[in-house]
T-cell receptor
Framework: KAGVTQTPRYLIKTRGQQVTLSCSPI?????VSWYQQTPGQGLQFLFE???????NKGNFPGRFSGRQFSNSRSEMNVSTLELGDSALYLC????????????FGPGTRLTVL | QKEVEQNSGPLSVPEGAIASLNCTYS??????FFWYRQYSGKSPELIMS????GDKEDGRFTAQLNKASQYVSLLIRDSQPSDSATYLC??????????FGTGTRLQVFP
């Protein structure tokens, strides 16, 4: 069974631009969660989607948003990029929402100049 | 107090020894606990999950959970240089969010 895939793998943007990242979960998995990983803050939860609905949200500003499609694929968008948004963005999928084991994709490395 | 705390390390152990990684959490209502391994430049890989008090063994790995002490640990037996990585403890509490510790870097030397 194929794992979680994320595109693009690397991205370079400038301040003020916006970016859209994509995640395809493991086949049959219906929950997708997004995380931001930086050296200083570690792994921080952004949001979780299940059945096209946002089920949970972390403590990030409204510039960070996401959505999930009927095939469980998910996208996250960051608008008005700031230098501090440079990070590894990780997507994880699980069978259902809540307490289940989550499996991570390879991540998208975003650099904001 | 951080929600999930781990010693950042590095924890250095010789090849063949037992590596012991520890994690404490603050939310007493937490129900699900996970250990992830992350190699440098790679994404986290799930290696163990544990939901009830006691020990859970999987190959060379043993996860231990003590909810009364709010403590979860990971033992790696017969440590190998290939085990050298950062080990992340993660907990799902009452908020239903997966909260990660900052990780412990393990170094296994030949």
């Amino acid at each position: 069974k194929a794992g979680v895939t994320q595109t693009p793998r690397y991205l370079i943007k400038t301040r003020g631009q916006q970016v859209t990242l994509s995640c395809s979960p493991i086949s049959g998995h219906r929950s997708v969660s997004w995380y931001q990983q930086t050296p200083g803050q570690g792994l921080q939860f952004l949001f979780e989607y299940f059945s096209e609905t946002q089920r949970n949200k972390g403590n990030f500003p409204g510039r960070f948003s996401g959505r999930q499609f009927s095939n469980s694929r998910s996208e996250m968008n960051v608008s008005t990029l700031e230098l501090g948004d440079s990070a590894l963005y990780l997507c994880a999928s699980s069978l259902q929402e809540g307490y289940n084991e989550q499996f991570f994709g390879p991540g998208t490395r975003l650099t904001v100049l | 107090q951080k929600e999930v705390e781990q010693n950042s390390g590095p924890l250095s152990v010789p090849e063949g020894a037992i590596a012991s990684l520890n994690c404490t959490y603050s939310d007493r209502g937490s129900q699900s606990f996970f250990w992830y391994r992350q190699y440098s430049g790679k994404s986290p890989e799930l290696i163990m999950s544990i939901y009830s008090n006691g020990d859970k063994e999987d190959g060379r790995f043993t996860a231990q959970l003590n909810k009364a002490s709010q403590y979860v640990s990971l033992l790696i037996r017969d440590s190998q240089p290939s085990d050298s990585a950062t080990y992340l403890c993660a907990v799902i509490g009452n908020t239903d969010k997966l909260i990660f510790g900052t990780g412990t870097r393990l170094q296994v030397f030949p």
